[in-house]
Each structure stands twice: as C-alpha cells, then as structure tokens.
C-alpha cells in the first residue's frame, strides 16, 4: 500500500517502519505524505492501542533528502502546511521511537514527536538545520521542553552529533539498550502502557500535547521556513551536498 513506509501489526500494537534503506531513510516528500496517511490509518484502527515507529536497515533517519529528485517547492509546500506537525500532535494513541540507528535533521524531529524514545547502543542524533541552511522548526518548540533552553541551544547551534548514552543522560532518549533488544525492549514498554485503560491513555496524551503549538509560532515558523528555503545559503547547501564538498555560507 505504502512504497516508504511498512505497517506490520502484533495484537494490539502496530510497528510503523520508514523503509527506504539505500538512502539510510532520509525524509522525502513522499514518505511525509505516507506518514500522515498511515497515522491517520492507524488512528481510525480502533485494534490498534500503541504504535511503534522504527527504520529499515543501518538508520532511523537520516534526515531530509537534499538527492533523488527532490522538489524544494514541494517540500516547501509541504512544510509550511504543517501537515505532518498537526497529524502527529492529534495522534492520541502513543508514540515509541525504537531508534536503531541515525536519527538526523527531520529524522531526529520525526523522534521528538514520539512520546517515549528507546536508542540502540548504536543510535547516533543530532539536528541538521543550519548545516543545510534550514531551520530544526521542531526542535526549536519541543527541545526545550525535554532537554531545557541552554542545552537546547547548545545542540540546535553547533549541530553536533551525540550518542546513545548522551541522549539518555541529557533525557532525550528513556533508556538505552543493546541493538538486538531493541524492539523487544520496545514491544515490552507497549506491553506496559497496554495494561491500562485506553481511554485514559488517549486523554492523558491529549492533555500533555494541547497547546504545544500555538498560531503565533505556527505564523513565524511559516515565514520562516519559506525565507530559508529561498535563501543562497540553503541552494549552496543542496549544491554542496550534490557535489560532496563543504558547503560556503554568506548569511544570504
């Protein structure tokens, strides 16, 4: 049904897999799109309680496709619809990232809208917005809720890498196990969250999501993105990332 995305259901819980291995499951705009149609599925699927959400092969995800056809206009389109933002903030079943590899950039942003993140010993994150010119729009309004603002900073500015177990100590991720237990340890916590009462799962996730995402940020974050997306330092980017060279920035 899917061509980015795998949906494979245990009982009660469903394991949502982006599936484009070859390029480590770098986020196109079709596997935005998909995702929201399997959330949306997966909503409506009144068997469902829980929902895994996991990487085929080596990643998590990479992050956003800079290769393969991309279409900045549509990606551009896309972001600013905030689409993919308001389908997952309205998903009231939880979230559990089995992060298996890298989570990069909308990779790492695809994470933070999981309700609970269980790393690999292998799983490597980081944000990729200002290397490629963009802007982490998720991060800038979640991270700090997690991490808190110094910190928050400190990783949206330098956009460096960190591991499993840093992830773990700054809070990011809820625990840390070796890669092959990860989605025994994954299907262990739906295990766990399913022993309660769904209704008041769904209530209790609504709560802690409301107002997350205000219309003033929302009107920033539009601008924002549609400046940046415009902007030389984003087309040296692509172009850099293309011809596998460093990119040269100039603040334009």
Not at 17 to 35: D, I
């Amino acid at each position: 049904m899917y061509e980015t995305i795998l949906i494979e259901k245990r009982d009660n819980i469903a394991i949502l897999t982006f599936n484009r291995p070859e390029q480590l499951n770098a986020v196109s705009v079709k596997l935005m799109k998909e995702l929201c149609e399997a959330l949306r599925e997966l909503k409506s699927d009144k068997e469902v309680r829980v929902v895994i959400v996991t990487g085929a092969g080596k990643a998590f995800s990479a992050g956003f496709d800079l290769g393969h056809g991309t279409s900045l206009s549509e990606a551009l389109e896309m972001f600013c619809s905030f689409e993919e933002e308001h389908t997952l903030l309205e998903f009231d079943k939880p979230l559990i990232a089995a992060v298996n590899g890298h989570a990069l950039g909308q990779g790492m942003q695809h994470a933070l809208f999981c309700d609970i993140i269980l790393a690999s010993e292998k799983a490597k994150f980081g944000f990729w917005g200002p290397r490629i010119g963009g802007l982490c729009h998720v991060g800038v309004w979640i991270l700090p809720l997690i991490v808190g603002r110094n910190k928050a900073n400190e990783l949206l500015y330098t956009c460096e890498m960190f591991d499993a177990q840093e992830a773990f100590k700054m809070g990011l991720a809820n625990k840390v196990v070796p890669h092959d237990q990860l989605m025994p340890a994954a299907l262990e916590m739906a295990g766990k969250i399913m022993k309660n009462a769904p209704l008041s799962i769904e209530f209790t996730k609504r709560a802690l999501m409301k107002g997350l995402f205000s219309s003033e940020l929302k009107s920033f974050l539009s601008e924002s993105i549609r400046l940046l997306f415009n902007s030389k330092d984003m087309k040296e980017a692509i172009m850099a990332f293309q011809e596998k060279r460093q990119p040269i920035f100039k603040g334009m």
